[in-house]
């Protein structure tokens, strides 16, 4: 399926020709790029508003075809005792399972202490492979980093246009992850993901951590190796992306919610929790740090869960149903419905509550952005104002989400941009204290 990422983007694609990616990885060479983005009814405590319930800390049982057993911890986060988190939600017979938000949010607990605990100054040269033809000097990090802006200015032009607000060092850095994350998800979701196997992410994820110790491979590599040394970007989000990628190698079903959840989570909610280090949180914010993540996991859910709804029927003709079946079969649905992609009142119904689903993790983001620094607040005010409105699309479209695609016309999204700046020049207080 098609992904959200926390920016707005259209899917080319022309994309992994345009980055030469996917046979480099296919043939273990070095590397030259992509993304992808959940409440339950009212029986549904949000991990954004609640610290979930202590549960024992016996060990979880490990994936086994895919053990992240490697330190998590990005190098900045040297002294601080915190516990690594296991992409385990199921548990063997007679331990009591952790949920998929619970995981989740210990990861957001992690993320925040490692922004509140970062020390100032942080830097480490990088190490730059001699081998490739890679920025070899810090002089020429610039042109790593332009060429990052160009890839975020062809292919998510609204956001781009936002990050213009920006200083220069965490537009910069934005656009490192931007690409970074898109290059990711074109592994499994470009026009070669017929090619990619578990190895082939199991590669990919290795050379993320040589990126990370300051080892890039290729120019657009430098940009993120440069910018995590810059911002307390921790390496676990970027870890859990490609695990994503993997569930969508193996998985073309969600039994309930919580699956779900966890997978939006690994493919658009990591989006967010690797965006806030260098977004910045405002001054005057009297919010958490926790909260502002929280936040900006909720966005990044929020945005998948638009996707996966506007997507149906494309999703349909590949054989993948991204909805929770229990949901499908309280509602009198199954994936037979889908396939057939006949809109009854059933339909009708059932999307009406999924897109209250989605709307609630819009409003839990609505706060955190008003969080961020100023100068970063439009970029994404504008994400999620348009993809907010993906979901009045489907309901104008009469919950047609078979054979009708719902999008955002250019120009509801021109008028939507001076809202989103409005919006972003609002103070932190006035909007966060008005909502609690």
Not at 121 to 134: M, Y
Request: with cysteine; charged share 25%; proline share 5%.
């Amino acid at each position: 399926m098609s992904v959200a990422l926390l920016w707005v983007v259209s899917p080319n694609s022309q994309l992994s020709n345009c980055f030469g990616f996917v046979d480099s990885v296919r043939e273990e060479n070095r590397l030259f790029y992509s993304s992808r983005f959940l409440y339950q009814h009212q029986t549904r405590t949000a991990v954004f508003n609640s610290r979930p319930k202590q549960f024992n800390n016996s060990k979880k049982q490990k994936r086994n075809s895919y053990p992240l057993d490697t330190d998590l911890r990005h190098p900045c986060s040297s002294g601080i005792d915190l516990p690594e988190i296991s992409c385990m939600v199921a548990s063997t017979a007679g331990e009591v399972a952790m949920s998929s938000e619970e995981m989740v949010y210990n990861v957001v607990l992690k993320q925040a202490a490692l922004v509140n605990k970062q020390p100032s100054g942080v830097t480490r040269d990088l190490d730059v492979n001699p081998d490739i033809a890679l920025p070899g000097t810090l002089s020429l990090l610039s042109e790593a980093y332009d060429r990052c802006g160009e890839v975020c200015a062809e292919y998510a032009k609204t956001f781009y246009l936002g990050t213009l607000l920006m200083t220069p060092e965490r537009r910069r850095a934005i656009w490192a992850i931007y690409v970074w994350c898109r290059r990711t998800d074109e592994l499994v979701d470009g026009p070669n993901a017929s090619h990619i196997t578990p190895t082939a992410l199991d590669r990919w994820e290795s050379r993320l951590e040589d990126l990370f110790r300051g080892r890039p491979f290729d120019m657009l590599d430098a940009g993120l190796s440069d910018t995590v040394t810059k911002f307390p970007v921790d390496i676990q989000p970027f870890r859990d992306m490609i695990e994503g990628m993997r569930m969508d190698l193996r998985k073309s079903r969600y039994k309930n919610f919580d699956e779900l959840y966890l997978y939006c989570y690994y493919v658009a909610g990591t989006v967010g929790l690797m965006s806030v280090p260098v977004m910045g949180i405002a001054p005057d914010s009297q919010a958490t740090t926790e909260s502002v993540y929280n936040a900006a996991l909720a966005l990044g859910i929020a945005n998948q869960l638009t996707n996966i709804l506007r997507d149906v029927g494309e999703d349909a003709q590949r054989g993948r149903v991204y909805l929770p079946q229990d949901e499908l079969a309280q509602a009198g649905l199954s994936d037979d419905d889908i396939f057939a992609g006949e809109v009854t009142n059933k339909w009708r119904n059932f999307m009406k509550n999924q897109i209250k689903r989605a709307r609630m993790f819009f409003d839990m983001a609505e706060n955190g952005v008003t969080e961020l620094s100023e100068a970063s607040r439009w970029p994404v005010w504008a994400s999620l104002l348009l993809y907010r409105q993906i979901l009045d699309e489907i309901e104008a479209n009469d919950y047609n989400n078979f054979t009708k695609r719902a999008y955002v016309s250019k120009a509801k999204k021109i008028a939507a941009l001076p809202i989103a700046y409005a919006k972003s020049l609002l103070r932190p207080s006035r909007i966060y204290t008005s909502k609690a």
